[in-house]
């Protein structure tokens, strides 16, 4: 009961948040936690639930902001179809890229995605016809919920970016519960025995990377048509990799909340860090971020839903 | 013009470097082999032994060379320290956990350095070990060669340590069975603590061997270590030839990638070359599975 | 009972993250916004970014006898003796913060102008947000052609535009004048750049207009920044190291350590060494000694104008006074970038955007009251751009930046060809 009222109340409140911050930095600030709360939920199906440590997976989020990006450079198409055009390729991706990656597990497979996100960006900045080093500079259309793009105020953009997570949480409280999420669980629980009970492995763990590279590709469009600049550093580095599973990790792997949690304090962490200590040079916000992580890394490892979850 | 002198000075570069690579891979894999714990720190290990070389250098005049047995103590003791403070807590939580605690401790290390010291560039002027010697054609620096065989040196030390001293069997013993190891008396505490000195003194020995031809700043150790996660995962984990050849290697494709390739694709052809080694072998070229 | 406190804990947390502490804008106060990068590893240049604009403010709060506008006034006369404050952003080279930063400098902070980031791929994101909210935006470092394209009216640049510099004067008239003082030929030029935006850029205009002029480009490689090596790329420049004539590099400090040190290791003699303005910090030097000697930069200040230019050695003596170094191009644009926004601000007595920008439009500060090496500043009205910046070159002699061109302002002698390292002591 209590529950329902807690959630029926951060319903409300998310949903009236706008009116009642009217500045853009505020919206901005939720607006990047929904965007990293979607691809720490995205991480956490492939991570959290199926056991599987990704740290490539900007590769899904460039793939995602890239292919709108040029589509609607080159060919005028629209940025929700582009979003779409881009989600697919981005499981097609997936797919070539469980080939090599689901052979090898724990650490093996930890490096390896890196070294797939590292070939990506490497490949992006060479990439003349996509921008190469110097990005792509998205058109500025008129602006509408069409064309995804909006100038004067934030607002729009933050309902979107809530509409998003919120599929995606959806999404991930219905896989939780389905067989999928049963054989993901039990893929990460044995690996040996969910073989000895007929569970193809290899399959399972693919289709958890490909409904994974799905939302975090449609996330990738988004931040496109929010910032309006792409550029090979900003959406395929292997900090935002790291940074979408440290979202994930330190909000509690294996749970529908967890990301948003996760999201929910270290962006604001980080934000608030650089506004209010950094500015000089000193550095002093970084060591206060790496020093929390060690610390709850150290003390709570099952997160903060681990945290609310003590009695 | 492609001349043989070219492709042999090319070989030669790649080899020298490939060495310094080698030595943080293999300390890193000790690490790693110990207690399957990744140290996301150790680039940042190393970058604190290349300011501990620097300021040796300016403050004291204390040339690299002679700096060489205080970078690894310092490191050892930092080691140590890093495993009784952070990770003996955190040896039997979750594999992300362990992930997040050595890489918080990086991005802390890295922002501590750009604190204390700024972000400025920093070198090392008038190392002893300078200039360069001409065989032929081919011109070889004697920072690179002093280094090289500085790791050489080192990793053959850590061999012998590893596999003919009794400090060395109780290392491998932890790491294949931490139970069975501590019933025959190896209390795994020490052990562990004493793996993680050791692995970081080999990158600190690295990082003071680079400061004769390397600039310092704070993220310096970001590539170097990255690198290294791929010479490691190349190589196989637990098995430090492995690490130091695939170091060797890695040096070496980085080399003529650039000469035959294309300097932009160096790193990417690093890359490929991993994924496709794994592809066929994923325990790496000499993992144990 | 502890649950609840954690959660209300981490609400707090949420909300003063949120809702950052933003400052009292003071009616006696005019802001400004500067986002620069304060962290990573260009944050050497945003702090001397920083030291410009702070040197700059001091001038215009206080009373200087210095031919300057505002430096004889304390603050700005016709916004009733109002001073200026600096509020400083950190952008950390990630374009959705600088947009960020820019709003929360604009829409919290109140600043009524914004200057920034050095890093073009980020000055992009930042610029756009301020043209959004028709705030003025001056670039005073970020050389990138296309942020002058993109037809933004509240954007201006200080600075010279890469793309005008080799189209008007490198091969035009800088190399043709060295030519014609010091004999020789170039015909063959070798391109090096690092693969960053700026580097990309610098070689696509510089191979461009060379070509347009007849030189002919032997190779053009690039690199990843900040590499732990760089044997191969000098290597590949040796490979046709006998017919090239001079090297055109587009490098950072860091790398220009690695590569000189490169260069006298494996023997490389180009006849002239020449760097589209990456070796700025004095670690360069610094690292380098001798190596360094008789490399050439493009540079927009240098302090041996001092010897002709009063104005600038009396400022760069209080930066020195002030910060325990000498300005260099860094410091030196965004100082006169806050004194030309200041300038404007008070001729257009008022903080209104619109005035700011028409009065910015306006601007026509003498070159003599420019401490860098500008005809003056006055922006053209179609893209905001200074049409009155001209270049300097400067060449390391004696393990210091000396200014060598234009040849009726220089100090010593342009040293060409470069005497190969055999021949150094």
Redesign the interface.
């Known amino acids: 009961m209590m529950k329902m009222i807690g959630f029926f109340g951060m319903g409300i409140f998310l949903l009236l948040f706008p009116f009642i911050f009217t500045l853009p930095f505020p919206q901005h600030i939720m607006i990047m936690i929904f965007v990293y709360a979607t691809l720490a939920q995205a991480w956490n199906i492939l991570g959290g639930y199926t056991g599987q440590c990704s740290l490539g997976h900007a590769v899904f989020f460039g793939c995602g902001a890239y292919t709108s990006s040029l589509l609607l450079i080159q060919f005028g198409l629209n940025p929700w179809l582009g979003m779409l055009a881009g989600a697919i390729l981005a499981v097609g991706l997936s797919l070539l890229v469980a080939i090599p990656c689901f052979r090898l597990a724990g650490h093996y497979f930890a490096i390896a995605t890196i070294a797939i996100g590292e070939i990506c960006q490497i490949g992006m900045v060479n990439w003349k016809g996509g921008g190469g080093a110097n990005g792509l500079y998205l058109p500025i259309l008129e602006e509408g919920f069409l064309n995804l793009e909006f100038h004067n105020t934030k607002v729009p953009y933050y309902y979107i970016a809530l509409g998003i997570a919120a599929i995606t949480f959806a999404a991930v409280f219905f896989l939780e519960r389905s067989f999928l999420g049963y054989y993901f669980r039990a893929i990460k629980g044995d690996l040996d025995a969910s073989r000895a009970v007929g569970i193809h492995v290899a399959r399972y763990k693919t289709v958890a990377l490909g409904i994974s590279a799905f939302f975090t590709s449609i996330a990738g469009t988004f931040y496109s048509q929010y910032v309006l600049f792409i550029d090979p550093e900003s959406v395929l580095p292997l900090m935002l990799s790291v940074l979408i599973s440290l979202v994930a990790i330190l909000g509690g792997v294996a749970t529908v909340w967890g990301p948003f949690l996760g999201a929910a304090v270290l962006i604001p962490l980080s934000e608030f860090t650089r506004t209010y200590l950094g500015g000089r040079g000193t550095a002093v916000d970084l060591m206060i971020y790496g020093f929390l992580i060690i610390l709850i890394a150290r003390f709570q490892p099952t997160g903060l839903m681990g945290l609310l979850k003590k009695r | ?2 001349t043989t002198d ?1 492709i042999l ?2 070989f030669i ?2 080899l020298l ?1 490939g060495c310094i ?1 080698a030595l943080v891979a293999v300390g890193l894999c000790l690490i ?1 082999g110990l207690m ?1 714990i ?1 140290n996301f720190a150790h680039g940042q290990f190393m970058m604190l032994a290349m300011f501990l070389s620097f300021w040796m250098y300016t403050l004291f005049g204390v040339d690299p060379l002679l700096s060489l047995p205080l970078g690894g103590l310092c490191l050892f003791i930092i080691g140590v320290a890093t495993y009784y403070l ?1 990770i003996k ?2 040896l039997y ?9 050595t ?10 350095a ?2 204390l010291w ?6 090392v ?2 190392p002893l070990l300078a200039g ?1 010697v ?1 065989v032929g054609n081919i ?1 070889i ?1 004697f920072p690179q060669v002093g280094a090289a065989i500085m790791c050489i040196l080192g990793f053959l030390f850590l061999y012998w340590l590893i596999n003919k001293t009794e400090i060395g069997l109780a290392l491998q013993a932890a790491s294949e069975d931490r139970e069975a190891a501590s019933l025959m008396g190896i209390n795994s505490n020490r052990i562990f603590a004493l793996g993680w000195g050791i692995g970081s003194a080999c990158v600190g020995i690295a990082g003071v061997l680079l400061t004769n ?3 310092i ?3 310096v150790g970001f ?2 270590a ?2 290294a ?2 010479a ?2 190349l190589g196989g ?1 637990g098995s430090i030839v492995g690490s130091f050849l695939a170091g060797v290697i890695i040096g070496l494709v ?2 003529f ?3 035959f390739i ?7 052809s690093i ?2 070359l ?2 496709v080694v ?2 066929f072998r ?3 070229l000499w993992g144990r599975y | 009972m502890r649950r609840r406190t954690i959660v209300l804990a981490g609400i707090f947390v949420m909300a003063l993250g949120i809702l950052s502490p933003s400052v009292q804008a003071q009616p006696k106060e005019v802001l400004i916004g500067g986002i620069w990068p304060l962290t990573g590893p260009n944050a050497p240049t945003g702090v001397e970014c920083t030291q410009g604009a702070t040197l700059a403010m001091e001038i215009i709060n206080g009373k200087y006898d210095l031919n300057l506008p505002l430096a004889k006034t304390e603050g700005l006369p016709n916004l009733g003796g109002a001073k200026l404050k600096l509020v400083f952003g950190d952008h950390q080279n990630v374009p959705d913060k600088a947009m960020a930063e820019a709003e929360r400098l604009i829409t919290q902070e109140k600043v009524m102008a914004l200057i920034g980031c050095y890093i073009s791929g980020v000055t992009a994101p930042a610029s756009q947000a301020a043209e959004r909210r028709k705030v003025v935006f001056l670039d005073a470092d970020a050389i990138a052609p296309t942020l002058i394209k993109r037809g933004f009216k509240y954007f201006f640049r200080v600075t010279q535009d890469d793309e005008i510099w080799f189209r008007d004067f490198m091969w035009t008239r800088f190399i043709p004048e060295v030519l014609k003082k010091k004999g020789g030929s170039i015909k063959n030029v070798a391109v090096l750049h690092e693969n960053t935006l700026w580097g990309t850029d610098a070689s696509k205009y510089g191979t461009e207009y060379a070509k347009k002029n007849g030189f002919n480009i032997v190779t053009q490689i690039a690199y990843p920044a900040r590499s732990t090596s760089l044997t191969a790329e000098v290597q590949k420049l040796k490979m046709v190291e006998k017919q090239t004539d001079m090297l055109l590099s587009a490098c950072y400090t860091a790398d220009g350590i690695l590569l000189m040190k490169s260069f006298h290791e494996m023997d490389y003699n180009p006849p002239m060494i020449w760097n589209d303005g990456g070796y700025r910090e004095p670690a360069f030097l610094e690292a380098l000694g001798k190596k360094s000697e008789f490399i050439l930069q493009r540079d927009e200040f240098s302090v041996d104008m001092g010897e002709r230019k009063l104005l600038v050695k009396q400022v760069n003596d209080l930066f020195r006074k002030r910060f325990g170094v000498d300005m260099n191009t860094n410091s030196s644009r965004n100082f006169m970038g806050v004194i030309c926004l200041a300038d404007a601000i008070n001729r257009a007595g008022s903080t209104d955007s619109e005035a700011i920008r028409k009065a910015l439009l306006a601007t026509q500060i003498p070159p003599e009251q420019c401490i860098c090496s500008w005809d003056g500043i006055q922006f053209d009205p179609n893209n905001g751009q200074n049409i009155k910046a001209v270049s300097l070159m400067l060449q390391v002699h004696e393990n210091k930046w000396r200014l060598v061109w234009p040849f009726d302002v220089a100090v010593k002698d342009l040293a060409y060809p470069i005497p190969k390292w055999s021949a150094r002591p």
Request: aromatic share 28%; hydrophobic share 50%; no cysteine.
């Open positions: 013009m492609l070219i000075q090319t570069s790649g470097m690579y790693w399957e990744v952070i807590g955190i939580t979750t594999f992300f956990a362990q992930i997040f605690a890489f918080g401790l990086g991005v802390f290390l890295h922002s501590a750009q604190f700024t972000a400025n560039y920093r070198s002027q008038n360069r001409a011109f620096g031809f390397f600039y700043f704070p993220e590539t170097f990255l690198i996660y791929v490691v995962a984990f980085e080399a990638a650039g000469l294309d300097p932009a694709f160096k790193y990417f890359y490929v991993y994924i794994v592809f994923p325990q790496g």
